[in-house]
C-alpha cells in the first residue's frame, strides 16, 4: 500500500501540473471521439472490478459495519486499498469524461483544464487518506480494548499467575495477533 501512496501522490502532482499547463496554454481537442470510446470503455471495466471489490469485501466486512468503518478498522488492508483505488479510479474516469465532454459540446479547452485539475485534487486526497487510514498497519496495531481484556481475564485466570505486569500486542496478519506479557508467578 506504500506504492499505492507514492503513485497517487506522484499521479496527482503531475495531473495538477498538466491542469495548470492547460489552463496557460489551451488548445482544442482533436478526435474527441476516441478519447470519449476509451473512457466509456475504461468506466465500464473500472466499474466491474469495483463491484467484485464490493463482493469480496462483503465476505470479510462485519454485517452493519458502515465502509468507512471497514476501511479504518480492517487488519489486513488489501481490500481498502482496492476499494480506495477502485473508487478513485471510477471517480477519476468520470472528471475525465465531464472536462472531455464539455470541452467538446462547448468548444472551449478550459473545462478539459478543469477536469484535468479535479483528477489531480483527487489522487492526493485518495493519497492522503490511504495515508491516515494504513498507518497503523504500517507501525504496527495492537488489541482492540474488548480483545485486550479478554486476554487479560485469560492470563489472570490461570492458576499458576500471580499478577500480569505487562501487556503488548501487536496484529501480525487479519486473524493473527501476537501477545507478550511480563507474568509474576505464584
Keep these: 500500500f506504500v506504492v499505492s ?4 501522490s506522484v499521479g496527482g502532482i503531475f495531473s495538477i501540473y498538466e491542469g495548470v499547463d492547460k489552463l ?10 476516441l478519447p470519449v470510446l476509451v473512457l466509456f470503455i475504461a468506466i465500464g471495466l473500472e466499474s466491474y472490478s469495483l463491484r467484485t ?3 469480496e469485501s462483503n465476505l470479510v466486512r462485519t454485517k452493519g459495519q458502515s465502509w468507512v468503518s471497514f476501511v479504518r478498522h480492517a487488519k489486513a488492508p ?12 471510477l471517480t ?4 475525465a469524461l465531464f472536462g472531455v465532454g464539455m470541452s467538446w459540446l462547448t468548444g472551449n479547452p ?4 478543469i477536469g484535468t485539475l479535479m483528477i489531480g485534487t483527487l489522487l492526493i486526497l485518495v493519497a492522503v487518506t490511504l495515508g491516515i487510514e494504513t498507518k497503523s498497519l504500517l507501525v504496527g496495531e495492537g488489541a482492540t480494548r474488548a480483545d485486550r481484556d479478554r486476554i487479560v481475564t485469560a492470563i489472570e485466570g490461570g492458576d499458576e499467575i500471580e499478577r500480569l505486569i505487562h501487556l503488548k500486542t501487536l496484529y501480525l496478519g ?10 509474576g508467578f505464584a
Design 5 to 8: 501512496i507514492i503513485l497517487f
Design 24 to 33: 496557460t496554454h489551451p488548445h482544442e481537442l482533436e478526435n474527441v471521439w
Design 53 to 55: 471489490a464490493i463482493h
Design 78 to 89: 488489501e481490500l481498502p486499498v482496492v476499494l480506495l483505488e477502485d473508487v478513485a479510479a
Design 92 to 95: 477519476g474516469l468520470v472528471f
Design 110 to 113: 478550459v473545462y478539459d483544464a
Design 174 to 183: 487479519p486473524d493473527e495477533l501476537m501477545v507478550a506479557g511480563k507474568l
